[in-house]
Nanobody, 127 residues
Framework: QVQLVESGGGLVQAGGSLRLSCAAS????????MGWFRQAPGQEREFVAA????????YYAESVKDRFTVSRDTPQNTVYLDMNSMNIEDTAVYYC????????????????????WGQGTQVTVSS
């Protein structure tokens, strides 16, 4: 049984930084993709970033490009999301997700293409 556990959320001032972690367990992750999504109050869940577990290629939403960085520690089965220059619009519950079917690259942007989800961690950016 795959488990994804996020941590690292909290309150940060605008312009500040935060690091989220997603620890994965339950199977081998060598050929999968891990994604980060977020959901703000009253809004749909949206794609933030993703990483190829094996090769480390990364993908970002335009709204976070050049501010957020996704990375992985393969021995620790952990994916990170480093968030810098944060603004109020970054306030949301952040989720990590695992896609087990390699499939087309376009799939990483769609939440329904992911097979496993973490419980989410709240990130609040204050002015």
């Amino acid at each position: 049984q795959v488990q994804l556990v996020e941590s690292g959320g909290g309150l940060v001032q605008a312009g500040g930084s935060l690091r989220l972690s997603c620890a994965a367990s339950g199977r081998s992750f060598s050929t999968y993709r891990m994604g980060w999504f977020r959901q703000a109050p009253g809004q749909e869940r949206e794609f933030v970033a993703a990483i190829d577990w094996s090769g480390g290629d990364t993908y970002y939403a335009e709204s976070v490009k050049d501010r957020f960085t996704v990375s992985r520690d393969t021995p620790q089965n952990t994916v990170y999301l480093d968030m810098n220059s944060m603004n109020i619009e970054d306030t949301a519950v952040y989720y990590c997700a695992l896609r087990t079917d390699w499939g087309p690259l376009s799939a990483i942007y769609r939440e329904y293409e992911y097979d496993y989800w973490g419980q989410g961690t709240q990130v609040t950016v204050s002015s």
